[in-house]
């Protein structure tokens, strides 16, 4: 990260005049362009891009873009398509100009008027799009596009700008350039450049800012993959009132947000008279905090339920909140205000608390080196207690005491603390908080029919995921998801209908499924009866499996473990001919497997136990990752053998 | 889909979930709140049904009331009253309306009345407007107003109200009187200028009688509809081919009698065609280059369609009346792209330069939405029908269906890029659809094809080690439509994508497959097969269950149809989807390691029920494994009664897709 002033420049540039950016030319593609059926560079590609320019002015308030694309399938086709969105009255989408080129150099102009059409319109916000097509694409075309966006004054301050180097397809070449705001009073400009290696951001003179570069592959796409916000290649422009090193902006920012979170966490009448119907005045820090949470996280968070309307609290002369105490009063608030309650609350209680900002892990991964604090849009608390320190999630609806969300688990972030501000990171999940264990029982018939029941016993993730489900739908509902759920990983033939639920209003305890199931499980062979090895896993979806590469980390969000016990009884007469062999399959560190059958008279009870303490895996981790999952995927598919005294009908 | 929805009713409780309001209010948007009208504060109080189901809402009332002037423009007004019951109900207090560039909204106006009595009235603040569509390829004015309802918590009910001018050539409405929720209280009134008339039609309800409230004011009432939940039943036809309806036509439009009403709807749409058709001398002389030499009508028409599949990119640009109306066929050819409509005007032209007649045949995407019965342009989708000279035999011409008038007609959908002339895609078959044919216009259906027109044929040759491993090779041949749908896969998706669907699929059957080729060898004609080649080794495929080894003869792919519903013996009241009709055939060989013996194989299968068949076999041979099945479909949907039919043949394609034989070593 690095940044200057651009006052001295400017003020040159004051004399000599700015160096406008050229329009862009349509230009002759050359033979190899039409010609070209496939791209070396980019392997199985539908389109490749093969010159892109783009020139941001902000002392013109306009953007130029130049595309030239080659079309080498028919899905490629897709790209001839291109949407212009644009906010109606604050900026306008101008010179639309293009044309398609055979591959034996015809050209088709086009001259059909672009669609205006609309987006969205709330109130003053109306954001538009231009679209257009161009005409006679076929596979083999080059397609040829360039316009101009303009913004009105109002919306540049604020803007900065942002090149998307990463496209959809890959890019054969690209220049980019940007001509920031000539300033006012030593506002300076800032950029974020997160490029391949061997690129690098010019700045060639006049306050302006270029980048060239070749051969950028095409946006990732693979399964399990962080949140694609958070690598791809782009260069971040911002607009700043000083100088600064990373340390120094998030310091400077923390330290103004910390201000903004004390003064709306101060203790205050109304927040001190809750607190004493809440905490008894013998109980222990801890006991205080479970409490106080318990309270906070009772009330009614809109983000799960639904946050009224404007007109709804106007009617309702419901003030916005501008304080904890106003959230208390209001039994209402969301994500954020409800967790800045609880630190509230903590505090007026006399505890040790401070408050905690990170990334929501779903969507971005934090990087200090992007000066932009609504990276940080998740939080938090931490609680000081008897020299121990205990991150809490009070705004995730459900979470319980001391655990987090995944999404807010293993991130960066900024807290306060005893010496001030500073970055952070949050805990990784346990799998031993992450349990889910499976009991079944199951009676079989001669012909593979099958009657039983299960319990799953839920912990941590997965139940905070369920009751949540439950915050938004009713009971009949909840049990129609989650059989739909279940019964995905049950054998083919068998039916799952949940009785009940225990504890789904019960967040620090287990989440408890009881189900009924019938249906044929077995295979009649003659004498023998074949059954499912791993009754839960015979269907399972093993991740990684068929993917031989992989470019991008892995993210699996949250380390678990998983616990299944499941008991054949089968009927008079049938012995175990055969079953899975006991098996340990180990990914050391990482993950392990373990199988377990124990046959004794009319039953066959199978231990099935899968310890993943793993959450995130870097792309060199890949084969060994894989590895365990395929021998997951054969173990899963073992079955077992009954055979009867009796002889059968079979072969 | 393809083409403008026509005015179906029930845009007026479009679900707009998650819209996300900005905040910027005029000073305007807080006028003082006024209260619920009295039509809102009656609806309020109707009581919900004793037994609404699973129902997440209950739509207390629900009137339009249409008055048409001398003139024959239409105005519309909507009331429609809400009650939520559950938190996932809340979607259903989101009112909305939908209106295009020759339409009008004169207003949109919401309360909200709470459990408790509470009242709120919607600002300009929980509006939103929204372009219908936002695929890249759907450009169209279609615009939709929705509602974010102040208070719309389980228990209150949301009431709106709406008022639009329609769009002036427009004389039909569809009034959709069935829904996913129940219906206490709903009513179309039609209020027709003096010396007006009109025509009406039921679809899947009886017929009822209007009432008479005063000259040419007509009003149909209903009252107690259940709900038509869809949501946890399997292979159903969608929500709007079983769903009540009935349309009313006023005006010009307004004739007697089905066939008479079909016939209108097809005049109107040949006269909004008219001259649209017309060939350019550039499609002339494309057209006659096209089917020089060709040798017979079949290859004529195969360039032709061929031509439009491959060279007319499908892109919509609607604005108002363009819903129904086609661009020129000229301005289609030189443009290179359009919508369904204007991909059978640009067929319907060129097989005109070679004298081959064609009409617009509107459709709908889905079979079942159309009913013959209830004449109206209900219908999202355009193809073509072919006029066949009287004795054309051509055996790869399948998808032919007689007249009324004895014209045979060839159904050929040109906006499907992979089926080729001759055949038909499976939503389309059985599916009725409107011929605009001037005075000869009439409804027709579309034929159910024989098992011949699709299907794949995959052979097998296998090594099985004795750790269990299989490796070999495969070979796919997809024919006729299923042909058609892998094409649209490969078209549809990247190479990589491709590749890993296919092993993604197949690994529920080969877990830990490695594939050393996979190579899909197709031509540029559509009427020919495609063939997929594949090289693979499976590691501990056959597994050791004590001293056993078990090895699943079927190997990879399944024809069984989930539909569980149905397979827990669930009454069923509405047809089953099963698909199209076609082939499957699958055939084996897997050489056994050295020193296992067979020591049991499944029951061979053999069921038959008329719609369907499927036989299966396993035969050892020395230290070769055999395995052979066939599945034939000859139908596409199947009634009700045929449940337990379809049970068995379920039942027993996946007792057979999961046996296993047993080896033992020697």
């Excluded at chain 1, 044309?99 to 059409?117: A, C, F, N, Y």
């Excluded at chain 1, 408890?512 to 090895?533: D, F, H, Q, W």
Aim: include cysteine; charge should be negative; hydrophobic fraction near 40%.
């Amino acid at each position: 990260m690095r940044i200057r002033g651009i006052l001295r420049g400017a003020a040159l540039i004051g004399i000599c005049g700015v160096a406008l950016p050229v329009r862009p030319q349509f230009q002759p593609p050359s033979p190899d362009e039409l010609k070209m059926t496939a791209d070396p560079k980019a392997p199985g590609a539908d389109a490749v891009i093969l010159e892109y320019r783009e020139a941001d002015n902000d002392r013109l308030l306009t953007e130029d873009i130049y595309t030239r694309l080659k079309v080498l399938t028919d899905k490629g086709k897709e790209a001839a398509t291109v949407e212009l969105p644009y906010w109606k009255g604050a900026s306008s989408v101008d010179d639309i100009r293009g044309r398609t080129i055979h591959p034996d150099g015809t050209i088709v102009p086009l001259t059909g008027k672009p669609e205006d059409l609309l987006s969205e319109k709330v109130n003053k916000l109306n954001i538009k799009r231009k679209v257009f097509t161009l005409p006679a694409v076929d596979v083999g075309s080059v397609l040829e596009y360039s316009y101009q966006l303009r913004f009105n004054d109002m919306l540049f301050v604020s803007r900065g700008e942002e090149w998307r180097v990463q496209q959809p397809y890959f890019v054969h070449k690209a220049h980019y350039e940007y001509a920031p705001y000539a300033p006012y009073g030593g506002i300076g400009v800032a950029w974020w450049p997160h490029l391949p290696s061997g690129a690098a951001l010019n700045s060639p003179g006049g306050g302006v800012f270029t980048l060239d570069i070749a051969d950028v592959p095409a946006a990732p796409d693979e399964e399990w993959m962080p949140p694609l916000n958070s690598f791809l290649y782009r260069v971040r422009f911002y607009y700043s009132l000083k100088a600064e090193t990373t340390a120094q902006y998030w310091m400077d920012e923390g330290k103004k947000w910390s201000d903004i979170v004390d003064k709306f966490v101060a203790p205050s009448g109304a927040l001190r008279d809750a607190v004493n119907r809440i905490v008894a005045p013998g109980d222990s820090e801890l006991d205080k905090a479970q409490k106080l949470y318990t309270a906070v996280e009772a009330l009614d968070n809109t983000d799960y339920s639904r946050a009224k309307t404007e007109s709804e609290r106007r009617a309702l002369h419901i003030k916005d909140i501008k304080h904890a105490e106003d959230t208390w009063k209001q039994k209402s608030g969301n994500s954020f205000e409800i967790a800045y309650l609880y630190l509230a609350m903590l505090r007026t209680a006399g505890l040790k608390a401070y408050a905690l900002q990170v990334v929501d892990r779903m969507y971005e991964v934090f990087d200090p080196s992007y000066f932009n604090w609504d990276q940080l849009n998740v939080a938090l608390v931490v609680l000081s207690s008897g020299g121990k320190e205990t991150i809490l999630d009070p705004g995730e609806k459900l979470c319980p005491f001391g655990q987090l969300s995944w999404r807010h688990a293993e991130v960066r972030g900024i807290r306060q603390g005893p010496d001030g501000v500073s970055l952070t990171t949050t805990p990784p999940e346990n799998f031993a908080d992450n349990m889910t264990t499976y009991n079944a029982n199951l009676t079989l018939d001669a012909k593979g029919a099958m009657t039983g029941s299960f319990t799953i016993v839920m912990n941590g993730q997965e139940a905070l995921y369920w009751r949540q489900v439950a915050l938004v739908n009713d009971a009949d509902e909840l049990e129609t998801e989650y059989e739909k759920q279940l019964q995905a990983t049950v054998p083919e033939g068998v039916d799952v209908h949940v009785d009940h639920f225990v504890g789904m209003d019960q967040p620090d305890g287990s989440l408890i499924a009881i189900v009924n199931a019938n249906g044929m499980v077995g295979t009649a062979m003659g004498k023998r009866l074949l059954l499912p090895g791993y009754f839960f896993e015979t269907r399972g979806d093993v991740p990684f499996v068929n993917e031989q590469r992989r470019l991008e980390p892995v993210d699996m969000h949250f380390a678990s473990r998983i616990n299944e016990n499941v008991t054949y009884h089968f009927p008079a007469g049938y012995t175990v001919e055969g079953a899975p062999a006991d098996a340990r399959v180990s990914w050391p560190g990482h993950a392990i497997l373990v199988t377990k059958s124990t046959a004794a008279q009319e039953q066959i009870a199978i231990a099935y136990s899968m310890v993943r303490a793993f959450d995130l895996a870097e792309p060199g981790e890949y084969q060994d990752l894989r590895g365990f999952y395929q021998q997951v995927a054969t173990t899963n598919q073992q079955q077992i053998v009954l055979s009867s005294a009796e002889t059968g009908k079979g072969s | 889909m393809f083409m403008r929805i026509p005015r179906f009713r029930r845009t007026g409780l479009f679900s707009c979930i998650g819209a996300c309001l900005a905040v910027w209010a005029g000073n305007s948007a807080w006028a003082k709140n006024q209260p619920a009208p009295d039509w809102a504060q009656e609806a309020a109080k109707a009581a919900t049904p004793a037994d609404p189901g699973d129902a997440a809402a209950v739509l207390l009332y629900d009137e339009y009331v249409i008055t048409v002037d001398d003139q024959n423009h239409a105005v519309e007004r909507e009331r429609w009253a809400t009650r939520i019951l559950k938190p996932q109900g809340r979607e259903w207090g989101h009112c909305a309306v939908d209106y295009d560039i020759d339409e009008k909204l004169d207003y949109f106006h919401a309360w909200t009345i709470t459990a408790n009595g509470q009242q709120f009235q919607a600002k300009d603040t929980d509006f939103e407007d929204k372009g219908a569509y936002d695929a890249p390829e759907l450009q169209m004015t279609d615009r939709i107003r929705a509602l974010n309802p102040p208070a719309g918590d389980p228990g209150a009910v949301v009431a709106c109200e709406t008022q639009k001018r329609l769009a002036p050539y427009m004389d039909e409405e569809d009034w959709q009187i069935q829904y996913p929720i129940p219906v206490v209280d709903e009513a179309l009134e039609l209020d027709l200028p003096p010396g007006g008339h009109f025509a009406q039609s039921w679809s899947h309800y009886p017929p009822v009688k209007e009432v008479e409230g005063g000259a040419n004011q007509m009003r149909w009432e209903i009252k107690g509809m259940s709900a038509l939940d869809l949501e946890n039943l399997h292979a159903t036809p969608p929500l709007e081919a079983l769903a009540a309806r009935m349309s009313v036509f006023w005006g010009d439009a307004a004739v007697n009698g089905v066939d008479n009403q079909w016939r209108a709807i097809g005049v109107w749409q040949d006269q909004l065609e008219a001259h649209r058709t017309d060939p350019t001398p550039e499609i002339t002389a494309r057209a006659q280059a096209l089917v020089a030499g060709a040798p017979d009508l079949y290859t004529k028409l195969s360039r032709i369609t061929d031509y439009i599949q491959k060279n007319v990119r499908y892109f919509i640009v609607e604005k108002g009346i363009g819903g129904w109306q086609a661009h020129y066929a000229g301005d289609i050819f030189r443009n290179g792209y359009g919508d369904c409509k204007d991909k059978t005007t640009l067929l319907i032209a060129m097989l005109q330069s070679i004298g081959v007649r064609a009409y617009y045949l509107h459709v709908d995407s889905e079979r079942g939405v159309i009913d013959p019965d209830e004449p109206s342009l209900t219908g999202n989708h355009m193809i073509t029908a072919i006029e066949l000279p009287e004795g054309e035999s051509d055996a790869r011409l399948m998808a032919r269906v007689k007249a009324a008038d004895g014209k045979t007609l060839l159904i050929f959908d040109p906006t499907d890029e992979e089926t080729p002339v001759g055949l038909i895609r499976g939503e389309l078959q059985g599916a009725y659809g409107n011929l605009a044919d001037g005075a000869d216009s009439q409804v027709i259906q579309m034929p159910v094809l024989p098992p011949d027109s699709g299907g794949l044929s995959r052979t097998g040759s296998f090594v099985l080690a004795a750790d269990g491993t299989l490796s070999g090779d495969v070979t796919d041949v997809f024919s006729g439509v299923d042909a058609a749908g892998e094409r649209g896969l490969l078209k549809e998706n990247t190479q990589k994508d491709v590749r890993e669907g296919i092993e993604v699929g197949m690994s529920s059957d080969l877990p830990g497959a490695t594939f050393k080729g996979l190579e899909f060898e197709q031509t540029e004609k559509l009427d020919q097969p495609i063939r997929l080649e594949m090289q693979l080794s499976a590691a501990s495929y056959a597994h050791s269950a004590g001293p056993l080894l078990l090895l699943r003869p079927r190997v990879m792919g399944s024809d069984a149809r989930a539909v569980p519903d149905v397979m827990e013996s669930k009454a069923r009241h509405f047809p089953i989807e099963i698909g199209h009709p076609g082939c499957w055939r699958d055939s084996f060989d897997i050489t056994l390691p050295a020193g296992y013996a067979v020591d049991g194989t499944p029951d061979p299968v053999n069921v038959d029920v008329g719609f369907a068949r499927y036989h299966s076999t396993v035969t050892a041979k020395g230290n070769t494994l055999h395995y052979e099945r066939e599945y034939v479909v000859k139908d596409v949907e199947i009634p009700p009664s045929k449940a337990a039919d379809f049970r068995m043949l379920e039942g027993s394609i996946l007792e057979d897709e999961k046996g296993a034989v047993v080896l033992k070593k020697d």
